[in-house]
T-cell receptor
């Protein structure tokens, strides 16, 4: 089946620094990718929809200047957490729509755990 | 505004027993998803339900959808320890999903 890969899987950084997370569709092209955030023992929260070649669509309450999304190619979307602070520590998950023999479905990356000290 | 409610939030049960997790949603939607998440891991797709009366089964898990009642169920038959995980339902269109809070399922040997 289709595979979505995230990198890094775990990152620890100092407060005030920026961190980039990559989301790649390995064997299919994805014009649309989605970024989610998950706090411990909580559900997923959709942060933004990443559209190839255009600006991302952010959900209400998500700071677009804080969470920069770039979808430069059909196989890569990046999320940059700028000037990270401890409250940004979370599990970030991307997903992409891909086709299978059963039809189209949503595939998820392995997730990236961000810890800001 | 679309809201998704799962019930129960936590469930501990013995192996071999049956149980059902419920997912209610507030407005009509194109499709309903069930996912599994193991601790520290990402999500694994279990089922996609598209139409009223849809029923899908995979092993000991069976999912159904009643669009009139805006209710989906995930039924676990003769639970085994390997099914211990957190199960999420999600509802939405064009993959812009609203998620339930999740049901943490612990199955004791």
């Amino acid at each position: 089946g289709a595979v979505v890969s995230q990198h890094p899987s775990w990152v620890i950084c100092k407060s005030g620094t920026s961190v980039k997370i990559e989301c790649r569709s390995l064997d299919f092209q994805a014009t649309t990718m989605f970024w989610y955030r998950q706090f411990p023992k909580q559900s997923l929260m959709l942060m933004a929809t990443s559209n190839e070649g255009s600006k991302a669509t952010y959900e209400q309450g998500v700071e677009k200047d804080k969470f920069l999304i770039n979808h430069a190619s059909l196989t890569l979307s990046t999320l940059t957490v700028t000037s990270a602070h401890p409250e940004d520590s979370s599990f970030y998950i991307c997903s992409a729509e891909g086709g299978t023999t059963s039809g189209r479905e949503l595939f998820f990356g392995e997730g990236s755990r961000l810890t800001v000290l | 505004e679309l809201k998704v409610e799962q019930n129960p939030l936590f469930l501990s049960m013995q192996e071999g027993k049956n149980y059902t997790i419920y997912c209610n949603y507030s407005t009509t939607s194109d499709r309903l998803y069930w996912y599994r998440q193991d601790p520290g891991k990402s999500l694994e797709s279990l089922f996609v339900l598209l139409s009223n009366g849809a029923v899908k089964q995979e092993g000991r898990l069976m999912a159904s959808l009643d669009t009139k009642a805006r209710l989906s169920t995930l039924h676990i038959t003769a639970a085994v320890h390997d099914l211990s995980a957190t199960y999420f339902c999600a509802v939405g269109s064009n993959y812009q999903l609203i998620w339930g809070a999740g049901t943490k399922l612990i199955i004791k040997p």
